[in-house]
């Protein structure tokens, strides 16, 4: 037997506009500036509802509806839901009709998209239980499954998940780290007790995120069959294939022109007419197999480019000094006592202001609003420049700052 997982990140950032220099403390709108571009905020969901979240959502209730072995698993950033309750509450109630069939599984996460655990404990763990908290709110149910930004992960991520009373987590099914292993299977992360890894075959869920539409590609045109012989030749030789990708990859980066709405319509039925062949939520997977050994994972590893490391939001100057930067603030935005100020902060922890910064991989790609790392850079320390002064202001004022030192924190969030 082999098992599906068919999980999708869907994410949108609030991307920084073109902030200069002269907006500085005259500004707040650090968001929003549909006059200085069309990849406002709002412009980007009303796109992408219209290529990706409305079809991709109308094909995915249709397959609920036609198998009933048919199970599917999201992963929601927290500020992609508020968009949506912003600008789109269309596509959040076709979202919640979705999991309303009870075969959709919703993973934890951080509520901002961020990398904190990298460079806050605190903050990462209070971003995860906001997360949790919308979740609840949203589509009544308790995530018991963990995935962090981007697949960011390593052991002692994975132990801190288990001590937050998660039962599984998800992560790259990195090379470099299983050796002759097969990600087709469950592990137990060093040093845990209890939590299971459940690892993406990337080559599996690449064939459709990034090479799909790939006319140089040897396998050009994929289709449903072909695909569904590559799963079932696991058969003995794995218990789970875990197809993990962005949603956008349905209509907004593979366009429906390629076929890719056709191939994920006819995919499920497909996978199964084998006998041996079902689908199963994360959560399930963790109780349906055992463990099959360890994943060492020393250093941090992630879903992003060939390295499958952290080095597309960080190691260049830019990324470091920004990422420096606005998690010193964070202790001194906290101490406001403003919930406005702390989200606003919150937003510009999100991972992809520190992927735009990237010099190894720019360009037009992931709807990026800027037209060099250089001048993502500009704008973000431009705002943090804004808010460091509204927030100096606050705590001068109260008599928590002095000479910019912090020298009264009676107040906690």
Known sequence: MVSMCFYFQVHQPYRIRKYSIFDIGKKKDYFEDRSETELDNEWIINKIKKKCY?????????????????????????????????????????????????????????????????FDKDEFREQVRLHGKLVKQLFGVEPTVFRNTELIYN???????????????????????????????????????????????????????????????????????????????????????????????????????????????????????????????????????????????????????LERDLSAWMGNELQDAATKRVYVLGKKVKLTGSGLLVHQWRKLLTSNHFYYMGTKHFGNGNLNPYESPYEAFIAYMNVLQDLEMEVSDILKERGFLVNGEIVNNKINL
Request: charged share 25%.
């Open 54 to 118: 409305l079809p991709t959502n109308a094909i995915l209730l249709e397959l609920l509806n036609k198998h009933p072995e048919f199970k599917i698993t999201f992963s929601f950033s927290g500020v992609f839901l508020e968009q949506l309750e912003e600008f789109a509450p269309e596509v959040l109630e076709s979202f919640q009709e979705l999991v309303a069939t009870g075969r959709v599984e919703i993973l934890s996460e951080t509520y901002y998209h961020s990398l904190s655990f990298l």
């Open 155 to 305: 052991n002692e991520l994975a132990n801190e998940a288990e001590a937050m009373g998660y039962k599984g987590i998800i992560a790259e099914g990195a090379d470099h780290l299983l050796g002759w292993r097969s990600p087709n299977f469950l592990y137990r992360p060093v040093g845990a007790k209890k939590i299971k890894t459940l690892l993406k075959n990337y080559k599996l869920s690449d064939d459709v995120a990034f090479r799909f539409s790939n006319r140089g590609w040897k396998e050009w045109p994929l289709d449903s069959k072909k695909y569904v012989q590559w799963i079932n030749s696991i058969n003995g030789n794995g218990e789970v294939v875990n197809l993990f990708m962005d949603y956008e990859t349905f209509g907004e980066h593979q366009w429906k022109d390629s076929g890719i709405f056709e191939f994920l319509r006819y995919m499920p039925g497909e996978f199964l007419k084998h006998p041996d062949n079902d689908f199963k939520t994360p959560s399930e997977v963790i109780d349906s197999y055992e463990v099959c050994g360890e994943y060492d994972a020393c250093e941090f590893v992630s879903w992003t480019d």
